[in-house]
């Protein structure tokens, strides 16, 4: 085999291969329309298995990425109920999150405030490569950035920005003991960015893969990045067991392609998994091998103490080049256009899942081992050696299956393969590389998920197959429709139906806990006593108003079923108000909400149990204006209410707050 | 087999001085444990609400739970349950204290009319104590303010004494807790005192028989 040389020059009009197996994909589609029911059981037994009863509790968590909501929904397994939905990337007005002073610097980034993202993969923390219940981290697709959600209150608490990133999809895997998030860039870009001609791509196009430090506390700092060649990296997962010190991460494009990819990107028969040593990594960073190139990036950072969240900013990276550092990157050649990369229970398969393929590859850490050691190298790109495919590989998958994109697994010794053009999941097995059953998705399903099946630990009674396409098979809502998660039963040899439910936004991947490790950790309220909020109003007599030049600021309280103040006056026009709202209850799910009429740039605040928000609103009329509870508290919701008074500049109004003064 | 005489007179006034010493320990029990548990249920409530009554102090399930009483009370214009007026909370611990110090007088005075006194005057303080809780918990039911948005006609929210009670959307259950048990016992113990030293005073006369081994001591009589 001759070296891989990359050049853009690759390039064929006509896409015949693709083609084909679009046609394929459209044909085994219409088969499976007749037989809309696919491989559900009896529909009393599968509706005996997904029950739960009125009062009753599910028996896993699952946590949905929103895709292009930028949220994450939380749901519940088997029955499919969802329960809320965690605002990460996106403002969502229906609770403040990106409107209230205290959550805006948690969508701030270098290119400033950024309302909307698109969040792909949820991931959580693991202790012992089993997932502990602490945190989960989702990445932002589009302005490169890492959240970290704490679920004992299941809010953001921190989003970090990748700098020198551009589509920061292939992220945010965690290593085994959460040492290390990763982020992969997808879109290689001018590093750092500058004015340059697109077709200059091959020269000045670069990927870089980052490597997220996770301290004790959940506090995540950015600690290197690793300078690849020009191609897109996809997915990643990292070791396990013996393989714990290693990332992999699959590369497309290799033909480094900048327009039309999908006949330009898809025209080599092998692109790539990265196998990135991080404990090498640390070897050279701790031997200064690095360099510091500049980038600006925002950590923000949430502080349950003052419940606000604080930005800081970074302006450098530390940047490893491969070809200065010998064992920290290898290459292995995976066809093609390799999508998910998924690492077995016990840490030593490595499964390529080529999206433009029929078969899967597996390869062996053991072989990856071995073939480091006696240099089996087929060339090498950039400086990075390229091992032999044949020296690797453990086996291939014959699945008669097309567009194999995503694998998790049980915990018997199965793997579970999505299939995205042939529309459905395939279980086979580990070692024989025999196919043991298939299903049909309804339709096309992304990304699958197994409770812990990406982990050490995998939960093996339930897969989760998130489907991309849904066509007839819910109540048609107009030409956009949802997407949906079909949930197997993988308990027995062969896979069961149970059910199918519309999911919010678009789904990518998900991950699921059992509701026993995350339900003890689940905060009740917010203890006040702990609220060390700069504009808390701990109670009610210190409500006040208070006035600093054109700055209002009202400490207010909330409690059932009144407000403190209820009545302001001595606003001017020209005023800017900050309304510091505490909720004083102390009761599990005595939320307060608060709104105020004509707020133009601000949505509501709700407030639980002992938080304090602020709303920030600039009248620009004369009037006066009522502020409600949005939130139906009590008996007597619709009397929590108030007003505050509007004055032209002229009038000689001074300023006064009261409740209950007759 | 006969028991002899001198052992059981010895052993009847050792077990009374035992059955005080056991009075007085479950009386300094009741500081450590709540007199009296109000447990409230609701819809919206479904795990319950529970209140705590101690010698000394009002406690809920948490530090938050009269809050959470007081708000849902302030509805049908309740007074807020607040600890601080309530002065036998800061006195009862000072009698209890009392009756403890005579409790352990009338240990060591071994005296059977002392631990029937002492016995007698605990079972009073107790019954003015319940007494004084039901006062309390009538004021709270009765006395509303005339503000209160929700007005039910006729309807007082006293909680019951002992039992349950359905109060609008509250079910109320109202029953005595470890220290009131504790209490009783103490009671309890303090009359088997007295009722130990009276048998022992009358039975050896009956249970002499005729022939047997010489008594080491002579048997104890009436202390009376």
């Known amino acids: ?166 589509g920061n999809h292939s992220s945010p895997f965690v ?109 050279y960073l701790k031997q200064g091998k690095y360099h510091v190139m500049p980038g600006t990036y925002y950590d923000n950072r949430f502080d349950t103490s003052t419940q606000t969240a604080h930005s800081i900013v970074h302006q450098e990276v530390k940047v490893l080049i491969p070809s200065e550092c010998p064992g920290l ?226 400490y207010m309280t909330e409690i059932r079923s009144h407000f403190v103040p209820d009545n302001i006056e001595g606003i001017h026009l020209g005023d800017t108000v900050y309304f510091h709202v505490t909720n004083l209850e102390q009761d599990w799910d005595a939320a307060h909400g608060f709104a105020v009429e004509g707020n133009q740039h601000n949505a509501e605040l709700l407030l639980m149990p002992g938080q304090t928000k602020t709303l920030k609103w600039v009248p620009n009329r004369v009037g006066v204006f009522p502020f409600y509870c949005t939130d139906f508290c009590s008996a007597l919701h619709q009397e929590m209410q108030g007003y505050v008074r509007v004055s032209a500049q002229t009038e000689q109004v001074a300023l006064s707050w009261s409740t209950g003064k007759e | 087999m006969q028991t002899h005489p001198s052992i059981t007179a010895l052993s009847g006034k050792k077990k009374a001085s035992a059955w005080m010493l056991g009075a007085v320990f479950f009386s300094v029990m009741i500081y450590f444990f709540p007199l009296w548990k109000i447990t409230l249920y609701a819809p919206q409530y479904p795990q319950g609400i529970r209140m705590y009554i101690w010698i000394h102090q009002i406690t809920g399930d948490d530090a938050y739970t009269l809050q959470n009483i007081n708000i849902l009370n302030h509805y049908v214009g309740m007074k807020d349950i607040d600890p601080h007026a309530v002065p036998e909370l800061s006195y009862f611990p000072y ?23 002492w016995a007698i005057l605990y079972a009073l303080c107790g019954a003015v104590a319940i007494y004084d809780f039901y006062l309390w918990e009538y004021d709270y039911g009765h006395h509303l303010d005339p503000k209160a948005p929700i007005k039910v006609p006729g309807m007082a929210y006293q909680p019951p004494l002992v039992g349950v009670k359905h109060l609008l959307n509250f079910t109320a259950i109202s029953l005595p807790d470890w220290a009131s048990l504790c209490m009783m016992l103490s009671i309890i113990l303090g009359i088997a005192a007295y009722l130990c030293c009276r048998s022992s005073a009358i039975k050896p006369h009956y249970r002499l028989p005729a022939g047997s081994d010489t008594p080491r001591e002579k048997p104890v009589v009436s202390h009376s």
């Open chain 2, 95 to 117: 009698v209890l204290a009392g009756i403890i110090a005579l409790g352990f007088i009338a240990f060591l005075m071994k005296k059977r009319w002392a631990y029937l006194s």
């Open chain 1, 329 to 554: 990157v290898y290459l292995i050649p995976a066809p093609k256009s390799p999508h998910g990369v998924d690492v077995d229970p016990s840490g030593n398969y490595i499964v390529a899942n080529g999206k433009l393929n029929a078969d899967l590859s597996v390869f062996s850490f053991d072989r990856i081992q071995q073939a480091i050691q006696q240099k089996q190298f087929d060339g090498e790109v950039n400086g990075i050696p390229v091992l032999k495919f044949d020296a690797v590989l453990a086996g291939i998958v014959k699945s008669g299956g097309l567009g194999p994109l995503h694998t998790e697994f049980d915990d018997k010794g199965n793997a579970y393969t999505t299939f995205f053009i042939s529309s459905e999941v395939v279980k086979w097995k580990l070692g024989t590389w025999q196919v043991e059953d298939r299903q049909p998705t309804f339709y096309s399903p992304g990304h699958l998920m197994i409770p812990g099946g990406d982990s050490r630990k995998p939960w093996g009674k339930y897969l989760v197959a998130l489907n991309k396409i849904t066509k007839d098979r819910y109540l048609p809502t107009g030409p956009e429709l949802s997407q949906s998660a079909q949930l197997f039963d993988i308990s027995g040899d062969k896979m069961k139906l149970l059910l199918d439910f519309p999911t919010v936004g678009e789904p990518h991947y998900a991950q699921a806990i059992p509701a026993s490790i995350l339900m003890p950790r689940s905060e009740k309220i917010y203890q006040l006593a702990n609220n060390h909020h700069p504009y808390l109003t701990r109670t009610e007599k210190e409500a006040k108003v208070v006035r600093s030049g054109k700055r209002i600021d009202v």
């Open chain 1, 1 to 166: 085999m001759k070296p891989i040389s990359f050049s853009a020059q690759r390039r064929q009009s006509i896409p015949i291969a693709f083609g084909i197996i679009a046609v394929t994909g459209l044909l085994l589609a219409s088969c499976h329309a007749n037989d809309s029911s696919g491989g559900a059981i009896q529909a009393q037994e599968a509706a005996q298995r997904v029950y739960v009863a009125p009062g009753k509790y599910d028996e896993f968590y699952a946590f949905l990425s929103g895709g292009y909501n930028g949220q994450v929904s939380v749901y519940g397994l088997p029955s499919g109920r969802l329960f809320k939905i965690i605002p990460v990337f996106s403002q969502n007005p229906e609770n403040g999150y990106g409107y209230s002073e205290e959550t805006k610097p948690l969508l701030m980034t270098s290119f400033g405030f950024i309302p909307w993202d698109d969040a792909h993969h949820p991931e959580l923390s693991q202790t012992n490569g089993i997932p502990d219940g602490k945190w989960l981290f989702i990445n932002a697709n589009n302005t490169p950035r890492v959240a970290r959600i704490d679920l004992k209150t299941f809010e953001t608490v921190e989003t970090l920005e990748i700098p020198n990133s551009a």
């Open chain 1, 175 to 283: 290593t085994e003991n959460t040492e290390y998030v990763v982020a992969g860039t997808r879109f290689s870009v001018p590093i750092p960015q500058k004015d340059v001609p697109i077709d200059s791509y091959a020269q000045n196009f670069k990927g870089v893969l980052s490597f997220i430090k996770v301290a004790p506390d959940g506090n995540m700092d950015l600690s290197f990045q690793v300078m690849m060649p020009g191609f897109d990296y996809d997915l990643a997962h990292a070791g396990k067991g013996k393989s714990k010190d290693w990332v992999f991460f699959t590369c497309y494009n290799t033909e480094q392609a900048h327009t039309l990819l999908e006949v330009n990107a898809s025209q080599r028969d092998k692109d790539f998994v990265a196998a990135i040593n991080w404990k090498k990594a640390e070897e």
